[in-house]
T-cell receptor, first 114, second 114 residues
Framework: AQSVAQPEDQVNVAEGNPLTVKCTYSVSGNPYLFWYVQYPNRGLQFLLKYITGDNLVKGSYGFEAEFNKSQTSFHLKKPSALVSDSALYFCAVRYTGGGNKLTFGTGTQLKVEL | DAGVIQSPRHEVTEMGQEVTLRCKPISGHNSLFWYRQTMMRGLELLIYFNNNVPIDDSGMPEDRFSAKMPNASFSTLKIQPSEPRDSAVYFC????????????FGPGTRLTVL
């Protein structure tokens, strides 16, 4: 079985400050990890993914995430937050040999304030 | 590329009526997913298809829900009879089966059952 935990329902950050949205996973086998963002009344948009290789993955809109195998984490980060980053963020996992089925976390609402 | 297309974007119906949601995946994608999103339950996978064949329907809530994929470019999710608790946003997503590619989401259908 595979699972994803996003321990924070909401994260508040001041514009210009660094942001972190946390994600931990549990999966048998090697994980494929994804981050998606959802703006109000929109579908989920892909931000970045980790498949293999470099543990630091860079994605859209200046976001990056670091895969940490020992801590089974895949936290999403951005050095300087923008008000326009305010949205709902989902972490997702699948494992090699598990087909294309993704297991999503419960989502973290990011609010960036002036 | 038009992306994943869903119709209708909004549907309001009365309890007991039949509802049909439609999805056109990205051309060339052979894996299609139906999700439901609510405040209470978050994002849930209902069913997914590979090469038009249902692979995992364990998330389908009950017999009132059914999904079909008659060809590679079209899928339907039907609810008959509908109930107020079915009110949610329903998303369709597609990807290339067996690849490490991400799932691409449609804009969703917001269903309200009165």
């Amino acid at each position: 079985a595979q699972s994803v935990a996003q321990p924070e329902d909401q994260v508040n950050v001041a514009e210009g400050n660094p942001l972190t949205v946390k994600c931990t996973y549990s999966v048998s086998g090697n994980p494929y990890l994804f981050w998606y963002v959802q703006y109000p009344n929109r579908g989920l948009q892909f931000l970045l993914k980790y498949i293999t290789g470099d543990n630091l993955v860079k994605g859209s809109y200046g976001f990056e995430a670091e895969f940490n195998k020992s801590q089974t984490s895949f936290h999403l980060k951005k050095p300087s937050a923008l008000v326009s980053d305010s949205a709902l963020y989902f972490c997702a996992v699948r494992y090699t040999g598990g087909g294309n089925k993704l297991t999503f976390g419960t989502g973290t609402q990011l609010k960036v304030e002036l | 590329d038009a992306g994943v297309i869903q119709s209708p974007r909004h549907e309001v119906t009365e309890m007991g009526q039949e509802v049909t949601l439609r999805c056109k995946p990205i051309s060339g994608h052979n894996s299609l997913f139906w999700y439901r999103q609510t405040m209470m339950r978050g994002l849930e996978l209902l069913i997914y298809f590979n090469n038009n064949v249902p692979i995992d329907d364990s998330g389908m809530p009950e017999d009132r829900f059914s999904a079909k994929m008659p060809n590679a470019s079209f899928s339907t999710l039907k609810i008959q009879p509908s109930e107020p608790r079915d009110s949610a946003v329903y998303f369709c997503a597609s990807t290339l089966a067996g690849s490490t590619d991400t799932q691409y989401f449609g804009p969703g259908t917001r269903l309200t059952v009165l």
